[in-house]
């Protein structure tokens, strides 16, 4: 069991004191009545927050069960629908022009795109926007046109494009191909067992890869009209030295290497006769046919399904060949409406944000029993995967249970998604509660099953640490592998202690070794899925509680204090995706709705008193509702690959600021019962 910091009657006399404190640096809290105290005042207003939100989730919820809204990256994602209908020569005008209008909307004053919202301008998704702009019939002669090539030329100009910007500028013949790092179709061939194969990448780099493998192999390419081109982003017509990769300092490392390697392959695609290149394409619109989903995606994600729709085109596959017509509209299916303008997203979110929806419903007091969380239930049982996946090449006894992020992911199942639903479904009363613990014991045992050697977790795959990998050319943003991560690893001691476990089982054990080899100085956690520090030390803490972890161990206090200190002045919390790059950055932004939950979250489980930090924050969150339920947040907070791409998630803002009140005031009404107990037998 877990040892109280304090007990629950301090805890009641220390929210009185924080309500006190939180007085002195807030505005005055306003007397409803002469005979409330400022306590119940309180509290009244946190259940009036409350109710709204929970109404605005049951507005929300799909007839069927579940809950969804969009998922917002960046510019790229609008540009290269663009440029996949100019490839495939579907040109939808009306779309066109509505997603030209979303880029035009989203541009900076410098012309620039960024990768989220407050950060400088990006150069390859200037360079991405301009072109898609060009492709829309823009001219360059536009004003938005001409201050975006102001900016790209200012920076070393198209030549100096990320990897995937040179290959859809290639495919148009904007970009030399020799200017493109080698990925030879022959990969596919290599054996599982060799240190190379594409079972050593991440199941997001695999679903990308084996499409381009096809793609770089026969080059396509796709005319147009002179002035739809970008000649005019180069500085000077490009030589090899101008879009060459920079080595890296020293007189050898892994990537100067690869360097070398990617110049001899280039000499050796020069040969005419390949031997093994018919076999390896043939073996790539195998593997890329085998891995479709249902409803004609591949892995839930734009650049798995565009890149294949691509790569079956390339390899001759008409547009009536039902792989590819399910492809297309999977990709349409992708796009979102915003008003008068369309913006594409870069995957979809149902399961997660159902599993988070109905535990914020829990945790704020609804019925175990309720309508709403008994369907929403149903929706995630039927959800639930039975048939194997890439996961299986490393894991090949263990028998499948999980559940995916998206509507349709059969192959790659996640382990943070199956945690949480596991942790709600225990949590609500069904019918069939046969069929509940069914699949309750097969999701178990398939998520605890892909722990790796290091006693962590990874999202989709087990033992993904090749760090080779992320030394290649072709891996410029840093993100061919999967490996295990302490938010994740939280999440699962979570799990085993909701679940009964205790630290004497060997998973948690070995889990909790790893938990503590990746805590930083300052006491907090690294965060892969969520901006950043704060969503990693929430995660961390709350699986140490659960799995019964002696909260008053000096590690543990040293990261509550840590998320103590980056309390923001207006009372909530924050953090730039900047920290990615700048850990002294970490636990600092302007306060957002989503990241403060995580930081109160975080506060409930790592200790029992109701701290003046505590109160502030959830004052904050309070005065920060709007009428109807819901939060604003313009921050991106969720994290797709650190330092190179952020997610907006539209009900972040929502379910994360629910749990932390609900818990809240459960938190403060057992105080308070216990206060009266205590002096009514006095």
């Known amino acids: 069991m877990v040892s109280p910091v304090t007990t629950r009657a301090e805890g009641k006399e220390s929210m009185d004191r924080s309500i006190e404190e939180a007085r002195a640096t807030e505005r005055p809290f306003a007397a409803r009545s002469a005979v409330r105290s400022r306590r119940d005042e309180f509290l009244a207003k946190v259940d009036h927050t409350i109710n709204r939100s929970q109404e605005y989730f049951r507005r929300e919820q799909h007839a069927t069960g579940y809950w969804h809204r969009p998922l917002e990256a960046n510019a790229t994602m609008d540009a290269e629908y663009i440029f996949f209908m100019h490839f495939m020569g579907r040109v939808n005008a009306e779309r066109q022009e509505r997603i030209a209008a979303h880029l035009l909307a989203t541009q900076l004053e410098d012309g620039s795109w960024a990768l989220y919202p407050d950060a400088p301008g990006h150069l390859s998704n200037t360079i991405e926007a301009y072109f898609a702009l060009k492709l829309a019939g823009r001219p360059a002669s536009l004003p938005a046109l001409e201050k975006a090539r102001r900016f790209i030329l200012e920076r070393g100009g198209a030549a100096k494009a990320g990897v995937f910007t040179r290959i859809f500028l290639a495919y148009f013949g904007q970009f030399p191909w020799d200017g493109v790092p080698s990925m030879p179709a022959e990969l596919i061939l290599l054996p599982n067992w060799f240190p190379i194969n594409i079972y050593e990448m991440s199941s997001w780099a695999r679903g990308t890869v084996v499409p381009l493998l096809a793609l770089l192999a026969k080059r396509p390419f796709i005319r147009i009209p002179e002035d739809r081109g970008v000649a005019e982003l180069f500085q000077r017509p490009p030589t090899p030295a101008d879009y060459a990769f920079r080595r890296s300092a020293g007189a050898f490392s892994w990537h100067n290497f690869f360097l070398v390697v990617d110049k001899t392959l280039k000499l050796l695609g020069r040969i005419p006769v390949a031997p093994l290149r018919t076999r390896a394409l043939a073996a790539a619109g195998d593997w890329i046919l085998a891995?479709?989903?249902?409803?004609?995606?591949?892995?839930?994600?734009?650049?798995?399904?565009?890149n294949s729709v691509m790569a079956l085109r390339a390899l001759g596959y008409p547009d009536d060949?039902?792989?590819?017509?399910?492809?297309?509209?999977?990709?349409?299916?992708?796009?979102?409406?915003?008003?008068?303008?369309?913006?594409?997203?870069?995957?979809?979110?149902?399961?997660?944000?159902?599993?988070?929806?109905?535990?914020?419903?829990?945790?704020?007091?609804?019925?175990?029993?309720?309508?709403?969380?008994?369907?929403?239930?149903?929706?995630?049982?039927?959800?639930?995967?039975?048939?194997?996946?890439?996961?299986?090449?490393?894991?090949?006894?263990?028998?499948?249970?999980?559940?995916?992020?998206?509507?349709?992911?059969?192959?790659y199942p996640d382990t943070d998604d199956t945690a949480v639903i596991l942790?709600?479904?225990?949590?609500?009363?069904?019918?069939?509660?046969?069929?509940?613990?069914?699949?309750?014991?097969?999701?178990?045992?398939?998520?605890?099953?892909?722990?790796?050697?290091?006693?962590?977790?990874?999202?989709?795959?087990?033992?993904?640490?090749?760090?080779?990998?992320?030394?290649?050319?072709?891996?410029?943003?840093?993100?061919?592998?999967?490996?295990?991560?302490?938010?994740?690893?939280?999440?699962?001691?979570?799990?085993?202690?909701?679940?009964?476990?205790?630290?004497?089982?060997?998973?948690?054990?070995?889990?909790?070794?790893?938990?503590?080899?990746?805590?930083?100085?300052?006491?907090?956690?690294?965060?892969?899925?969520?901006?950043?520090?704060?969503?990693?030390?929430?995660?961390?803490?709350?699986?140490?509680?659960?799995?019964?972890?002696?909260?008053?161990?000096?590690?543990?206090?040293?990261?509550?204090?840590?998320?103590?200190?980056?309390?923001?002045?207006?009372?909530?919390?924050?953090?730039?995706?900047?920290?990615?790059?700048d850990p002294s950055l970490a636990g600092r932004g302007p306060s957002t709705a989503s990241q403060t939950a995580w930081a109160l979250l975080g506060l409930l489980v790592g200790e029992d008193e109701l701290s003046p930090e505590l109160v502030r924050g959830i004052d904050y969150l309070t005065r920060g509702q709007q009428r109807d339920g819901t939060w604003d947040e313009l921050h991106f907070t969720g994290t797709g690959f650190p330092r190179h791409f952020y997610l907006r998630y539209y009900m972040y803002r929502n379910y994360f600021p629910l749990m932390a009140l609900g818990l809240f005031r459960a938190r403060a009404e057992t105080a308070a019962s216990v206060r009266e107990a205590e002096a009514s037998s006095a």
């Open 423 to 581: 942790m709600v479904l225990r949590r609500i009363a069904m019918t069939d509660e046969r069929h509940k613990a069914h699949a309750i014991q097969r999701g178990m045992n398939w998520t605890l099953g892909m722990q790796s050697r290091n006693g962590g977790w990874g999202a989709f795959d087990t033992d993904n640490l090749r760090e080779l990998f992320n030394k290649i050319p072709f891996a410029d943003m840093e993100a061919m592998l999967d490996q295990p991560t302490a938010d994740l690893t939280g999440r699962h001691l979570e799990l085993m202690g909701e679940y009964g476990y205790d630290l004497e089982m060997r998973r948690a054990k070995r889990a909790l070794a790893f938990i503590r080899r990746t805590q930083e100085p300052d006491g907090s956690w690294w965060g892969r899925w969520g901006v950043n520090y704060i969503y990693g030390t929430w995660s961390v803490l709350s699986g140490l509680r659960a799995i019964g972890e002696d909260l008053r161990q000096p590690y543990v206090r040293r990261a509550v204090a840590w998320l103590k200190s980056r309390q923001n002045d207006d009372g909530g919390w924050g953090e730039t995706c900047d920290s990615y790059f």
């Open 321 to 411: 060949h039902p792989a590819v017509a399910k492809g297309i509209q999977a990709i349409e299916d992708f796009v979102i409406e915003e008003g008068r303008e369309l913006f594409f997203q870069p995957c979809v979110s149902p399961t997660w944000d159902t599993a988070l929806a109905a535990k914020a419903l829990l945790d704020s007091g609804t019925p175990s029993d309720d309508p709403a969380l008994q369907r929403a239930a149903e929706w995630l049982l039927e959800n639930q995967i039975f048939r194997g996946g890439d996961w299986q090449v490393k894991n090949p006894d263990l028998e499948p249970g999980g559940w995916a992020f998206e509507f349709a992911n059969d192959w």
């Open 291 to 306: 891995h479709q989903d249902v409803n004609g995606g591949w892995g839930g994600i734009q650049p798995a399904m565009v």
